[in-house]
């Protein structure tokens, strides 16, 4: 298992880009090597690529037309590559480093421009089987191979030098694997023995013993002593150095699984911990009367799908065109259209706690079992020990996030007015309530229904219908990495007493009520490349500094006739927004509130020259009569 930081399936797909990167060629690009990688057991998108278990062992580019030069480095993130093949393309520069590739199988790299020595690191390949090389600039030695399994050998046509090696693997071979390399002896060569050979220059090096005058072979047998003496020097520093490096790493093995064991303790107290402040008596039992064990194992590898309208099979899934829509906190997202099907989206789960195929089973189907008209349905999932799928609806009209930030200050800027935000709002408001409902047990103060509720996670379908999306990831996602990546883990509760609750979502839907009132990107939903603002403290400055007529979005600000209720739901956003959570308002209320502010406005306002100032009637002091400076 993968333990990088972003986990495999990333640094797999990095390091195929890389290596694309190195070799530039607009066939690479044209042969589709975007979108998905590997994909669960079938053949990707990617050219050349293949797949098993979702992770690359297969990478075999032939005949490309590929230049360049790799790096060493260049395969070691692809651990589980079985074959490789540049066969025929005009690769130069050393051999790559194949010490990561255990799995390697079969190696083609012939008929390129390969230069240097044979990498030493394909000794330690045991599953070894072809090593094709031939055709290329290499030179050196022949390293001593003598695994077993090698069945293919071919490094003639190179530059190489020197005896080949009596390996047992290596006497398999003739002639044919080793000629075309001048300087090569012994072997299958059974005329020519070997011997040493001086220039003045150089010092001593290995050649055909037919080739040597007699002054070589004197002076051969006056340097042969002190060579000998030499060899069994560096034997015995070597042996040293070995003995020294098993000590070493034998100590340092000790280190991390004692580091290790201790961290999948606190791994699993947290796992129970948060299981027992998650699941609801009634969600316990329904789980329970599923005998979920058996069934999961009939599910492994299918998809399995909550409701009837929508079912389709893995290869339904594979068979459509797919399109990356973007890395999440939790793992990829794929937007696939289905042939003479629905249009999907594909999250591929990372960082997920250590949880058994049962638990995450569990855990997804009390996910599932959540239904409500402005929650994003999750249609199904996908498990295996290596891959973890949900399915989700395709929301059409795009994120919350897009919808308020997107097109600013272009011609394609539709305007984001004040009636269908504050339906946006009630239907978040509402979802909110389901949930925070849904969760209601005897534990309720410590449970976190949403746990990353922000713009960007919440969608708007066709009908402009909103669908709050991602909920309820907190059962699923490895702890500390919901705490570095989950909205409400950066609540003030969190960062003072390290706690949450569904207060914590409250704090979360006032700050996105504050981005949808500003129109300013927050903190919270901004995306890596984009700054976003502390929108609550943002709004506390701007009414103690008197600069609140800037609060509002200008798109809202000039429909006069909805000032009022913008004022409304901005002391609602900063109520939610308390730094004690016990101040914050329940869901319930807030629905309520909300549901009563007036969404009617002058038609003529929808159309209202945005150029024009704010309403002078929402003046400063309006606006800090209603905001509680909590901070
Ligand atoms: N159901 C969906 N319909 C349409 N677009 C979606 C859907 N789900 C995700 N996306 C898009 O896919 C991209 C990645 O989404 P994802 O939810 O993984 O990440 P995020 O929202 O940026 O962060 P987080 O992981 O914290 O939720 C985003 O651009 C998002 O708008």
Not at 239 to 263: A, D, G, P, S, W
Not at 304 to 322: H, M, R, T
Not at 415 to 444: D, I, K, M, Q
Request: net charge neutral; charged share 25%; proline share 4%.
């Amino acid at each position: 298992q993968d333990d990088s930081p972003t986990g495999y399936h990333g640094s797999e797909r990095d390091a195929l880009l890389a290596i694309r990167a190195e070799f530039n060629n607009p066939k690479l690009l044209q042969k589709n090597w975007t979108s998905l990688m590997c994909y669960m057991n079938n053949t990707p998108n990617w050219y050349g690529i293949s797949c098993i278990n979702g992770r690359v062992t297969g990478l075999v580019l032939e005949n490309f037309g590929l230049t360049g030069k790799l790096k060493p480095n260049a395969l070691v993130n692809l651990t589980q590559l079985q074959t490789l093949s540049f066969k025929n393309n005009s690769i130069s520069g050393n051999l790559m480093d194949f010490s990561k590739n255990q799995n390697l199988k079969n190696i083609d790299l012939s008929g390129n421009k390969f230069d240097g020595e044979i990498s030493s690191s394909l000794l330690r390949l045991n599953s070894l089987e072809s090593l094709q090389v031939q055709n290329n600039n290499l030179n050196g030695p022949i390293p001593g191979f003598n695994q077993s399994t090698l069945k293919v050998f071919n490094v003639s046509n190179n530059n190489l030098s020197g005896e080949i090696p009596n390996t047992t693997a290596l006497q398999k071979f003739g002639p044919s694997s080793y000629k075309g390399n001048e300087n090569l002896c012994g072997g299958p060569f059974t005329n020519t023995t070997c011997t040493i050979k001086y220039s003045d220059t150089s010092g001593p090096s290995q050649s055909d013993n037919s080739q040597n005058d007699s002054s070589n072979s004197s002076k051969s047998s006056m340097w042969t002593p002190i060579l000998v003496v030499i060899n069994v020097v560096s034997v015995v520093v070597l042996l040293f150095l070995v003995i020294y490096y098993f000590k070493k790493t034998k100590k340092l093995k000790r280190i991390v699984m004692n580091k290790n064991t201790r961290l999948m303790e606190v791994e699993k107290i947290e796992t129970s911990k948060m299981e027992t402040t998650t699941m609801t008596p009634t969600e316990t039992r329904s789980v329970e009367s599923r005998s979920v064990g058996s069934e999961v194992e009939l599910e492994k590898g299918k998809l399995i799908f909550f409701g009837s309208e929508i079912k389709f099979e893995v290869d339904d899934l594979l068979s459509a065109s797919a399109e990356g829509l973007g890395k999440g906190n939790f793992g990829d997202c794929y937007k696939a259209m289905l042939v003479d099907g629905p249009t999907v989206v594909v999250k591929r789960l990372r960082d997920l706690k250590p949880l058994s195929n049962d638990e995450f089973v569990r855990q997804v189907r009390a996910i599932g079992d959540m239904k409500h008209p402005n929650l994003l349905a999750l249609l199904g999932y996908y498990n295996t020990k290596d891959e973890k799928l949900l399915l989700l609806k395709f929301a059409r009209n795009g994120s919350l996030y897009n919808r308020i930030h997107g097109g600013k200050g272009t011609r394609d800027r539709i305007p984001f007015r004040w009636s269908t935000r504050l339906s946006v709002v009630r239907g978040v408001a509402r979802a909110l309530e389901y949930l925070h409902l849904n969760c209601s047990s005897s534990t309720a103060a410590a449970i976190v229904p949403h746990g990353n509720l922000k713009s960007s996670n919440v969608f708007l379908d066709e009908n402009d219908e909103v669908r709050v999306a991602d909920y309820g990831l907190t059962s699923l996602i490895a702890l500390p990495i919901a705490t570095q990546r989950m909205v409400s883990y950066r609540s003030p509760e969190y960062l003072s007493y390290k706690k949450v609750s569904k207060k914590s979502d409250i704090w979360s839907f006032g700050c996105l009520l504050l981005e949808l009132l500003t129109g300013r990107v927050s903190l919270h939903s901004a995306s890596p490349r984009v700054t976003g603002a502390d929108l609550c403290s943002w709004v506390h400055r701007a009414v103690r500094e008197e600069w609140t007529a800037e609060i509002f979005d200008t798109e809202i600000a000039v429909q006069r006739s909805a000032n009022s209720g913008m004022l409304r739901l901005l002391q609602i956003a900063l109520r939610c927004c308390d730094k004690s959570p016990e101040k914050r308002p329940e869901v319930s209320e807030l629905l309520r509130e909300v549901d009563s502010i007036n969404d009617t406005v002058l038609d003529s306002e929808d159309e209202e020259d945005l150029s024009l100032s704010m309403d002078q009637s929402m003046t400063d002091d309006s606006i800090a009569a209603v905001s509680t400076p909590a901070r």
